[in-house]
């Protein structure tokens, strides 16, 4: 049984094999006994827990950064910045932070190198020109689409055995997840 890095001990569901993965699922409806304990949430709750522990490794150690020449060349904060600045337009510090849900410290510092960079300005408010804003560049824009093809065709290779049903419905469910997560943490900070 191989040992976890991270850990001390061994752990059973170290690798996510067909067989591993099925190993730390509970037993179905069909496959318990009608004599088994209601302990099905717990396991599942276990099993749960494990694959988004392993997730989370494994993304961060290939950082799920596409295919190709755009293979893990943005990170992961430069990554948000750019889709949110995208998705919402000019927008202030203050604005981005709470957004995204961290402090505007954060989002200061890792704006700075997007800006050295050229990839996001720094303008006026339109409405307020003593404010400051901050803007995807057109050269932050093309190299976003960029990055977003490349880890397209990522999604793409991971689920190329899903169908479209099979894709939407985890998506929807990442997405509850996540939003959920980010719940949790606004309501514990």
Known sequence: MP??????????????SESSVQASMPPTADSRGQDETPGGTDDLLDALQHQVALFARR???????????????????????LTRLDQDGPTGVKALATGMGIDSSTVTRQVAPLVESGLVKR???PDDGRAVVLQ?????ASRLEQVRASRRELMAVLTREW??????????LLTRFNQALSDFQAANS
């Open 136 to 140: 995807l560049s057109p050269r932050g």
């Open 123 to 125: 303008t006026s408010h």
């Open 3 to 16: 040992t976890h890095p991270d850990m001390t001990t061994a752990h059973p569901y170290d690798e996510t």
């Open 163 to 172: 169908d479209e049903e099979e894709r939407t419905v985890f998506c929807e």
């Open 59 to 81: 993304a961060e150690q290939t950082r799920l950064g596409g295919v190709g020449q755009a293979r893990n060349s943005m990170d992961r904060a430069a990554y948000l910045l």
